[in-house]
């Protein structure tokens, strides 16, 4: 075993046990060790044990592990140490910017164990209410994240929404009178993307050296296809066809292996040429399926009936339900998120600062309730007809009970449920807290169903079913959390919803303006689901969310 390898060890294992808040001397002395071995100008393997143990700065406990070492390969001790800590908080620890203390405070009193759950906490500016975070620290870790995340090979859509059009734009500038199109999983408006793919008519050799020219490099992928990456480091992936079968290969590209074997079992093979996508589904007495509900046969028998849903799109949202302020842990003031409201066109804002039990989030205690509703309705009487609805996201405790008693919670308008703490349940605990909350007289949208964070944490199990019928029971409308990190309830139970006439509310989770845009990223996980604008509750008229609360 080589001097690095025992250093690098006795370093990890002071790191985790201040971590872990051992006894300081004793994290100092491994980390000192660490630093002594590695300075050694002989491999430790080589020398007597009688040797070893005379080094200065080796007394004999470090002298004993580095021989248990040398003899085993391994050191027990840290070990144990890993054993007792999560892999999101060792995967952490590879963070520019955040050392063992800050991990300790982010671990222990933030409650949080993922590089995910990390980033998510910089957007809503948690870390600012811990000792040792100021805004620049937060900055540099949500930097810092981000960058390590990049390398990583998956990504959310919204991450590579906005590279996928510009690399888009510069082809089409680039071989004006070819054919491009983006296609794949991205077309189908998937969650999580791993590769953009298009389809095109440019010859393969002029768009290699187009490609190369840029910095990218090619490869050929497991499927046989060339396959291109940059410094963005998402895999890049272009199908190549004539203008005859354009339409044909960007069809077949755009759907799922499920819906394309559907489709060609009900209707023969998908047609070598066709003039545009819609020539296929009319060939076939099909209206046409939008590539966002081509994932599997559930849109078929209704295109065959003319009678597919007309989709949801982002100019129908109405107004933003579902947004912090300075109250609790947003950037901005209750008046400046509304008045960006009303320029962008929508007609009322909800506001629902965090609950008294998210002490992390500077959650509102009742007294505070109380000022901050006296400020809605200063800026109502200022803001008319734009109108603030007073609104709060409750905590659901652990016994299911809200944050508040009703005689809080009925000066309330509406109030969003949602599980912040103790996520890791069974599904047991889970049902029972949230079918609780549910049947609770005051809760008017189930936020966040499962407390998921896309590519950090699955979120705890539930029966998407029950908490459905138990929704549809008690008039819950549920949430779809637009936040891409987020997207919660996931939209392949949101046909069930519908079935059951339970209304789905697309909701930004916004901590500041720049929130607000999520809703288009909630937007396009509804429309996969085929959710019309009347069966999303953020798109109603002022007038009908205020007869929703008279009922």
Same mark, same amino acid.
């Given at each position: ?34 630093? +002594? ?32 070492? $040398? ?96 690399? +888009? ?12 199109? $983006? ?62 079968? %354009? ?40 209206? %046409? ?85 006296? !400020? ?57 807290? $949230? ?43 549920? !949430? ?72």
């Amino acid at each position: 075993m080589l001097n690095a390898q025992i250093a690098d060890n006795f370093s990890l294992l002071g790191k985790l046990m201040e971590i872990h808040g051992e006894n300081s001397f004793k994290t100092k002395s491994y980390s000192t060790a660490a630093f +002594t071995i590695e300075k050694l100008p002989v491999e430790l393997s080589t020398l007597p044990e009688e040797k070893i143990f005379s080094i200065k700065g080796i007394g004999d406990a470090i002298g004993k592990k580095i021989l248990v070492q $040398l003899q085993t390969g391994q050191l027990p001790q840290l070990n144990e140490y890993l054993a007792q800590t999560p892999a999101g908080i060792l995967e952490m620890m590879s963070i520019k910017g955040i050392g063992p203390k800050k991990i300790a405070t982010i671990w222990k009193e933030l409650e949080v164990e993922t590089i995910g759950e990390l980033l998510y906490a910089c957007n809503e500016n948690r870390l600012l209410l811990y000792k040792g975070f100021g805004a620049k620290t937060q900055q540099n870790i949500k930097d810092s994240i981000e960058f390590f995340l990049s390398n990583q090979g998956n990504y959310l859509y919204a991450q590579v929404a906005s590279y996928a059009a510009q690399f +888009t734009q510069e082809l089409l500038q680039k071989f004006e009178g070819w054919l491009v199109q $983006l296609t794949g999983d991205f077309r189908r408006q998937l969650e999580i993307i791993n590769k953009l793919e298009w389809v095109t008519t440019i010859p393969a050799a002029d768009l290699r050296v187009f490609l190369e020219s840029n910095g990218l490099q090619w490869q050929t992928a497991a499927d046989g296809y060339e396959e291109y990456r940059g410094q963005e480091n998402i895999a890049l992936q272009f199908y190549h066809t004539n203008a005859e079968a %354009y339409y044909s290969t960007l069809f077949k590209t755009s759907s799922s292996a499920v819906f394309l074997d559907c489709f060609e079992q009900q209707y023969g093979s998908v047609p070598a040429t066709a003039a545009s996508e819609e020539a296929i589904f009319s060939a076939s007495s099909l209206a %046409y399926i939008p590539a966002c509900l081509r994932e599997t046969d559930q849109f078929l028998p209704r295109a065959a009936a003319q009678t597919l849903p007309v989709l949801i799109q982002p100019g129908d949202i109405t107004g933003i339900i579902h947004s912090h302020s300075k109250w609790s842990d947003g950037a901005n003031s209750i008046e400046e998120m509304a008045v960006a409201a009303k320029q962008q066109g929508l007609q009322f804002l909800v506001i629902s600062d965090h609950s008294k039990s998210a002490f992390y989030a500077n959650g509102l205690n009742e007294a505070r309730i109380a000022a901050q509703h006296e !400020e809605i309705d200063s800026l109502n009487s200022k803001l008319a007809p734009f109108h603030i609805f007073k609104s709060v996201e409750s905590d659901i405790l652990n016994d299911g009970n809200l944050d508040y008693g009703d005689d809080v919670l009925k000066s309330f308008d509406m109030v969003i449920a949602s599980v912040h703490s103790n996520l890791k349940m069974n599904e047991e605990k889970a049902m029972a807290r $949230l079918l609780k909350a549910i049947e609770n007289p005051y809760t008017t949208i189930l936020g966040h169903m499962t407390g998921r964070l896309l590519l950090s944490r699955s979120g705890y199990p539930v029966d998407h079913k029950k908490i459905i019928d138990a929704c549809a029971a008690n008039n819950v409308i549920i !949430e779809l959390n637009a936040h891409p990190r987020r997207l919660d309830i996931d939209w392949r139970w949101i046909h069930y919803a519908l079935e059951k006439d339970v209304l789905i509310s697309i909701n930004p989770d916004a901590h500041a303006v720049a929130g607000f845009h999520d809703i288009v990223y909630g937007v396009l996980a509804a429309q996969k689901a085929g959710v019309t604008k009347e069966q999303n509750f953020s798109s109603f008229s002022l007038e009908a969310v205020f007869e929703r609360i008279k009922k």
